[in-house]
C-alpha cells in the first residue's frame, strides 16, 4: 500500500512548497512548537509524554507508507500537538482518577479538538498540522467529534494520528487504568478497525510496531528510543 491509496491530503499550502520558504515556515512554527510544549508540559506531564510518543508513531506509520518529508514533519508536529487544546482542562478534570465522568467533564473533554485549532491558527500553524489536531477524533463511521466525519471525510494526517492515540492511549498506564500488553492493545486496535480506525493504516502500524517495537513510556525527546514487543 502507498500514500496513494489512502485519501491523501496532507500537502503545505502553495506558499510553504519552497525548500527556503519551508525552513522559514519550519523555524517559526519551531518556536511557536517549544512554547507550547512547554505550557502543555507544565499543566500536564502525561499529555505531554503521550504527545512525543503519539508524534514518534506517527512519523513510523508515515516513513512506512511513503509520505514526503513535509509531510513526515507534519505529522510529528500534529502528533506532538494533538491534545495541546487540553492546556485549558480545569484541574478537576486533569486530576480525574475515576472511569465514569460526569456530563459537564464529557462536553469539556469533547472542546479540546476545537480550542486546540484556534490556538494553532493564532499561532499561524500550518493548516495540515491544523487538521490533524482538529479531526484526530473523528472514527470511520462518523460516531466521532467534533464534526462526525466519515472515512474518505477524515484527512490522512488525522486518521494517522487517531491510530497513534489509540495504541499510546491503551498501551500506557493511567491514574484510571493499567496499560495494555502491546499484544493485546494491538488486539484492541483490530477491534476498532472500520469503526474507529482506517484499515489499512492500522495493518500497516501493526506490523510496524511487531518489528520495531514501542516508543519508550519515559522518554524525554523526539529522538525514539524504543521498547521491544512482548
Ligand atoms: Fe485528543
Redesign the pocket.
Known amino acids: 500500500m502507498d500514500a496513494t491509496t489512502l485519501n491523501h491530503k496532507l500537502v503545505f499550502p502553495a506558499a510553504v512548497t519552497g525548500i527556503q520558504e519551508f525552513q522559514q515556515a519550519s523555524a517559526e512554527a519551531f518556536c511557536n512548537l517549544a512554547a507550547l510544549t512547554l505550557v502543555m508540559g507544565s499543566q500536564d506531564a502525561y499529555t505531554q509524554g503521550h504527545g512525543r510518543r503519539v508524534a514518534a508513531y506517527a512519523e513510523r506509520i508515515a516513513r512506512r507508507i511513503g509520505l514526503s518529508a513535509e509531510e513526515i514533519e507534519t505529522l510529528r508536529i500534529g502528533g506532538l500537538l ?2 495541546i487544546g487540553k492546556i485549558t482542562f480545569s484541574r478537576k478534570l486533569l486530576t480525574n482518577t475515576r472511569t465514569r465522568l460526569s456530563a459537564s467533564m464529557r462536553a469539556e473533554i469533547r472542546r ?1 479538538p476545537e480550542i486546540g485549532r484556534e490556538l494553532l491558527k493564532v499561532l499561524n500553524m500550518a493548516e495540515p498540522v491544523i487538521d490533524c489536531v482538529y479531526y ?2 473523528e472514527r470511520l463511521n462518523g460516531t466521532g467529534y467534533p464534526r462526525g466525519l466519515k472515512a474518505d471525510q477524515i484527512p490522512l494526517g488525522a486518521k494517522i494520528i487517531s491510530v497513534a ?1 489509540c495504541f499510546d492511549a491503551l498501551t500506557t498506564d493511567r491514574p484510571y487504568q493499567r496499560g495494555k500488553r502491546p499484544v493485546d492493545a494491538l488486539q484492541t486496535l483490530k477491534h476498532l478497525v472500520g469503526r474507529n480506525l482506517c484499515p489499512e493504516l492500522t495493518r500497516v502500524f501493526s506490523a510496524d510496531v511487531r518489528e520495531n517495537g514501542l516508543e519508550r513510556p519515559l522518554e524525554t525527546n523526539l529522538q525514539s528510543a524504543r521498547l521491544v514487543v512482548v
Do not use: P, V, Y
Open positions: 494533538h491534545d479540546h484526530h477524533h492515540d
